[in-house]
């Protein structure tokens, strides 16, 4: 029933209104093409992007503009004349279909382009409506001569005021790349004159929204939505997945046991994430360092590993301002691909392992001879902090400068009270909404009844 409701995959159009959630984005996104700005949207990969420009056609606030759309994965680019051909057919086609034109000649470079454009304007005057060409994966231009095709869009903004027909016409520049890296030249590029419009995962209150479409009923709908948002963090793709797995009698469980369906099943989302780490070593390592909870200052302007995991949609900022894993979908993800490596790594080294060693352990094991003692790391992957991201943010509040999280607890008590450190360490370890990762449910099969801990959670 809900999963012929919700849509994971592919953009949101007219049939999918009733799972579209609105965003301050779609707000932001209007006030600017209303004031005929150019804007900028780029993004992740499924973070929406068609989708909105799908949403921007149908509002009732840009009735009297019209919408051109491009997809530039799907043009020409062997050369700059069949690239100039491509794009200016395309939009003169999509013209015609809604106005009766006379003369649009395509254009074969990039003056004749330019001319192009002033026929274009010259329609959007003729019909008293604006006119918005929406070049969506505009990160995929790579033909010869791009520089020149981007500096006219900058070149027509700039002489709006000596030539006003230009203010009939706007772009929509949307896509997954870096600006730079299609044109270094700031004097030229139509990108650092865009206003950015972001694109952010949901809040609850957006996700409790889209639940509330499947036909649960409230008290059902709260609980899904929440334990939802725990785990996609309101990535719109994967809250949309999770919404079309679960039944109409969905509890909570069912969403954990969605989660792992995911993992599981998914081939268009988590795998091309996961190459690119796997084949980025910097990046890989650099994503281990936030894994293992080190605060690292999130600055992807100043950063450019954190710039390409921010694009690639691996981090974000959490409410302090250091990087952070995106969502809990990524974090158990990345623990079970690292985990994975880390077996075939040791696979591939048992032969130097002397195997008296295992035997003997082996052995012991047989005859109860073996307590485990198990360390805070254990449950981390199941998303409880170890001791650095569990006493920080005390140490933060009293200014506590030092490294030694016993002391900043204790100095945190004195400055405080017991009963304040006891309320917050219950809330940082509270597993009401934790499940057990994979290393847990192996340790429970291990033949032994002596755990020995000083990390002591409601998981380990």
Not at 12 to 36: F, G, K, P, W
Not at 148 to 163: A, G, K, Q, T
Request: charged share 25%; aromatic share 8%; net charge neutral.
């Amino acid at each position: 029933m809900n999963a012929t409701k919700f849509k994971a995959g592919g953009a949101l159009n007219n049939e999918h209104v009733a799972v579209y959630i609105e965003r301050q984005t779609e707000q932001d996104a209007r006030s600017c093409l209303l004031a005929m700005d150019y804007m900028l949207i780029v993004e992740p990969r499924q973070q929406g992007k068609t989708s909105l420009i799908n949403a921007l056609m149908r509002h009732p606030a840009l009735r009297e503009t019209y919408f051109v759309y491009i997809d530039i994965t799907t043009l020409n680019q062997r050369n700059e004349i069949s690239w100039y051909k491509t794009i200016t057919k395309r939009i003169a086609d999509q013209l015609k279909q809604r106005f009766e034109i006379d003369h649009l000649t395509l254009a074969g470079d990039h003056t004749s382009w330019r001319s192009f454009l002033i026929g274009v304007a010259e329609v959007a005057i003729k019909t008293n409506l604006k006119i918005v060409i929406a070049l969506d994966e505009i990160g995929a231009v790579k033909f010869s001569g791009e520089n020149e095709f981007f500096s006219v869009l900058r070149e027509i903004y700039n002489s709006r005021e000596v030539e006003s027909y230009f203010k009939s016409i706007t772009f929509l520049l949307l896509g997954t790349f870096h600006p730079r890296d299609l044109i270094s030249d700031d004097r030229i590029s139509p990108f650092n004159i865009a206003q950015r419009v972001r694109l952010y995962d949901f809040t609850l209150e957006e996700v409790r929204q889209l639940v509330t479409r499947g036909g649960w009923p409230k008290e059902q709908t709260d609980a899904l939505a929440q334990r939802i948002h725990y785990w996609t963090d309101g990535q719109p793709y994967l809250t949309q997945l999770i919404c079309s797995y679960i039944s109409i009698n969905a509890t909570v469980s069912d969403v954990d046991s969605s989660v792992q369906r995911l993992l599981s099943e998914d081939e268009n989302h988590l795998p091309p994430l996961l190459k690119r780490l796997k084949t980025d070593k910097k990046l890989h390592e650099y994503v281990g360092r936030i894994q293992a909870g080190e605060k690292i200052k999130f600055s992807p302007l100043e950063n450019q590993r954190q710039s390409q995991l921010e694009l690639l949609g691996v981090i974000k900022k959490d409410i302090e301002g250091f990087c952070k894993i995106r969502n809990s979908i990524y974090k158990l993800a990345l623990d079970q691909n690292n985990d994975y490596e880390a077996s075939n790594a040791k696979g591939a080294n048992m032969s130097t392992i002397d195997s008296t060693v295992s035997q003997e352990l082996v052995e012991q094991f047989k005859k109860g001879n073996v307590a485990l003692f198990i360390g805070a790391g254990l449950s981390i992957g199941a998303g409880l902090p170890g001791w650095a991201d569990l006493i920080s943010p005390l140490a933060k509040r009293i200014k506590y400068k030092g490294k030694n999280w016993l002391e900043a607890a204790q100095f945190y008590e004195n400055r405080k009270s017991r009963n304040e450190l006891i309320a917050y360490l219950r809330d940082r370890l509270d597993t009401t909404l934790i499940i057990p990762t994979e290393n847990h449910r192996l340790l429970t099969k291990l033949p032994t009844n002596i755990v020995l801990t000083t990390n002591l959670t409601m998981l380990s």
